[in-house]
C-alpha cells in the first residue's frame, strides 16, 4: 500500500501499522473501495453514497482530494457515533462505512464489546455477504481491518 497518498507529515512512515488508527482506516478504505466514476452513481469518491440535498451532481468525478476530504468526512462522522467504545471507535465507524450504522448497531460485534468480550473475530468477519453471497473481497477487507485496526 502506498503511503504517499496520505498527508506529508506521514509521507516517511514505512508501515501502515506505524499511523494513527483512523489513517490506518483511511487507507484501507481507499484501497478496497477504490474510487467510484460516474457510472456507480449515486457512490462517488470511495464510496460516499450521495444523500438528498448533497451538491453532488450525476456525471461530475470527484478528483483525488475531493474524495479523500469526502472519505474523511464520512469515517469521522461513523468513528464518532462510537466514541463510547474508545480503541474500538475506529474499527466500529470502518465497518460503519462499508455496512451501514444500522447494520453495526444490530451487530453482535457491538454486543460482544458492550458486555466487555474481545473475542469478535468470528463475529467480524461473518460481515462478508455481497448481493447475500459470501464475497471473498470482503472477507480479505474484514481480515485487513481487523489486523490493522482491532487493539485487543
Known sequence: MAVSVIS?????????MELPLFERAV????????MHHPKHWPYIGYGHQVQPGEP???GVQLTEAQAAALLRKDLAKFVSLYKDYGKD????????YNC???VVNKSSIL??????DRNIF?????????KGKWHKGIHNRRL???AALFVP
Open 8 to 16: 506529508p507529515a506521514f509521507a516517511a512512515k514505512r508501515s501502515i
Open 122 to 130: 468470528k463475529a467480524y468477519t461473518s460481515h462478508c455477504r455481497y
Open 144 to 146: 485487513v481491518e481487523l
Open 56 to 58: 453532488y451532481r450525476r
Open 111 to 116: 454486543k460482544k464489546l458492550k458486555a466487555g
Open 89 to 96: 471507535s475506529v474499527l466500529l465507524g470502518a465497518l460503519a
Open 100 to 102: 451501514g450504522p444500522g
Open 27 to 34: 487507507l484501507i478504505i481507499k484501497k478496497f473501495e477504490t
